[in-house]
Every structure is written in structure tokens, then in C-alpha cells.
């Protein structure tokens, strides 16, 4: 079975310092794993996405996630937080190989002070 | 290129009452998915289909909850009966291939309160 633990229910940062959300992964097989970002009222979007490919992942707004099997992680940085990264974030794996079902974390919620 | 579309964006009834869903996917995707969001947690599938058959809908409670894609374009997802622990965001997605394990790219969502 496949599954991921984002470790913080909430985080809280300030404007120009750096961000770090983690999440732990947990499958049987070589996982696909991604980083979703969801603002309010808005739909979830794809920030970036690994699939075993290169092991740093660099996505849309200056985001980037390092996959680190020997520690079963995936966690998601940004060197310096923007106010309009406020958001909900979500770490996701991918189900069995044919399948594109996807299985999301409970959700960090990113709080920038200004 | 247009996004996946949903309506409405809220809806409020009481228990027992029925409501149903609309999505429209991004032209040309084949695939289209129904999440459930409750609130303090993440999406979860409900019912995923490829052009208009159903590949997975394990997790759908098919005595209340129905979905359907007629003609492999946009989908209505409907409850009947309404229970309270159906509050939820109701999200849809849509992918481009058949079979492939492409990004999903997510509408805006309906916000669904049960009284």
C-alpha cells in the first residue's frame, strides 16, 4: 500500500526566510511523487512532480523537492517565502503502476508574516 | 487553454435532500476524476473514468452517490439521500491520455454543507 505523512499541520515563516514542508512516503514499489498547492477558492495546482527520474525536482514558483529514498522523503523547500505563497500544500504518491489514482497527504498550511 | 469547470461552487441543503454536480473537463482529456475533500483533509478519490467507462470506483458509496460521463465529455456526480458527513469540497479533475499517467489538473471545486 502507498501512502505519505506530511509531518506539520501548520507552518509559519516570515516574509524573505526559507520554507521547508515535509513529507514521508511510504510504498512497495518505486514511487511517484508530487507537490500540490491549494489557495483559497481556487482548484489544486501542480507545483512539481517526481518520477524517477532526477532526484532534485525543481517546480513553478521557485519550489523545489529533493526525493531521498534512504530516508522515505520528500520534502518541499523554497529558499526565500513570498506572502503569495500562503496556501495549503498537499504531498501526494501515485498508486499502483496503471493506475493514476492519487493518494494525498492531510495538507501543510503555509503562513507567511509579512 | 480553459480549466476544468465546476458548478455550482456552493450548495446548501438539508439531510436527505439530493444534490447533484456538474464538471466540464479540459477539451481532449480523457480522463476525468471525482475527489472528496473534507475539511481538514486531503482530496480522496471517489470515482475515476476513462472517456465514459468507470476504471475505479472502489472508494464511491454507491448506495447514496452515483457519477456518470455519458458521452465522455463532462460528468454529473449526484447524492441521494444527503447525510450530514457529506460536507465536503467536491473536486474534479481531468488528465489528457488513455491509460497514461499524466498530471491531473484540478477545477475549483463545490462546496457542498448538509444541515
Known amino acids: 500500500a502507498q501512502s505519505v505523512t506530511q509531518l506539520d499541520s501548520h507552518v509559519s515563516v516570515s516574509e524573505g526566510t526559507p520554507v521547508l514542508l515535509r513529507c514521508n512516503y511510504s510504498?512497495?514499489?518505486?514511487?511517484?511523487l508530487f507537490w500540490y498547492v491549494q489557495h483559497p477558492n481556487k482548484g489544486l495546482q501542480l507545483l512539481l512532480k517526481y518520477t524517477s527520474a532526477a532526484t532534485l525536482v525543481k517546480g513553478i514558483n521557485g519550489f523545489e523537492a529533493e526525493f531521498k529514498k534512504s530516508e522515505t522523503s520528500f520534502h518541499l523547500t523554497k529558499p526565500s517565502a513570498h506572502m503569495s505563497d500562503a496556501a495549503e500544500y498537499f504531498c501526494?504518491?501515485?498508486?499502483?503502476?496503471?493506475?493514476?489514482?492519487?493518494?494525498f497527504g492531510t495538507g501543510t498550511r503555509l503562513t507567511v508574516i509579512p | 487553454e480553459a480549466g476544468v469547470a465546476q458548478s455550482p461552487r456552493y450548495k446548501i441543503i438539508e439531510k436527505r435532500q439530493s444534490v447533484a454536480f456538474w464538471c466540464n473537463p479540459i477539451?481532449?482529456?480523457?480522463?476525468l476524476y471525482w475527489y472528496q475533500q473534507i475539511l481538514g483533509q486531503g482530496p480522496k478519490l471517489l470515482i475515476q473514468?476513462?472517456?465514459?467507462?468507470?476504471?475505479?470506483d472502489s472508494q464511491l458509496p454507491k448506495d447514496r452517490f452515483s457519477a456518470e460521463r455519458l458521452k465522455g465529455v463532462d460528468s454529473t456526480l449526484k447524492i441521494q439521500p444527503a447525510k450530514l458527513e457529506d460536507s465536503a469540497v467536491y473536486l474534479c479533475?481531468?488528465?489528457?491520455?488513455?491509460?497514461?499517467?499524466?498530471?491531473?489538473?484540478f477545477g475549483p471545486g463545490t462546496r457542498l454543507l448538509v444541515l
Open positions: 479533475a481531468s488528465s489528457p491520455a488513455v491509460g497514461g499517467l499524466e498530471t491531473q489538473y
Open positions: 477539451s481532449g482529456h480523457a480522463t
Open positions: 501526494v504518491v501515485r498508486g499502483q503502476t496503471g493506475a493514476n489514482n492519487l493518494f
Open positions: 473514468f476513462q472517456n465514459n467507462g468507470v476504471v475505479d
Open positions: 510504498s512497495s514499489y518505486s514511487p511517484s
